[in-house]
Nanobody
Framework: QVQLVEYGGGLVQPGGSLGLSCEAS????????MGWYRQAPGKQRELVAI???????NYANSVKGRFTISRDNGKKLVYLQMNSLKPEDTAVYYC????????WGRGTQVTVSS
């Protein structure tokens, strides 16, 4: 059973930065695409960013140029650096392995508010 644990959520002012990390228990972490998703109150869960085993990245249009996803295969970690945060980025952020039918972390709350 794969376990994903997110770290780093919190409260930040608009325009600020926040970094998230996700630790995976998967022993062969480096063969999986990893992703970050988010779900705001009353909205569906949506893709934020994904990164393939080879390091190719894809971002939601709403976060392009502001968010950066990265991974450390040796440490089985995936990161999400979020800059220029906006109130509409407020959501629970989830780490994912393997897409919607894959594995999910429990999520970490990110609140962007003054």
């Amino acid at each position: 059973q794969v376990q994903l644990v997110e770290y780093g959520g919190g409260l930040v002012q608009p325009g600020g930065s926040l970094g998230l990390s996700c630790e995976a228990s998967e022993t062969i972490f480096n063969i999986y695409t990893m992703g970050w998703y988010r779900q705001a109150p009353g909205k569906q869960r949506e893709l934020v960013a994904i990164i393939t085993p080879g390091g190719n990245k894809n971002y939601a249009n709403s976060v392009k140029g502001r968010f950066t996803i990265s991974r450390d295969n040796g440490k089985k970690l995936v990161y999400l650096q979020m800059n220029s945060l906006k109130p509409e980025d407020t959501a629970v952020y989830y780490c994912n392995q393997g897409g919607y039918n894959g594995y999910w972390g429990r999520g970490t709350q990110v609140t962007v508010s003054s």
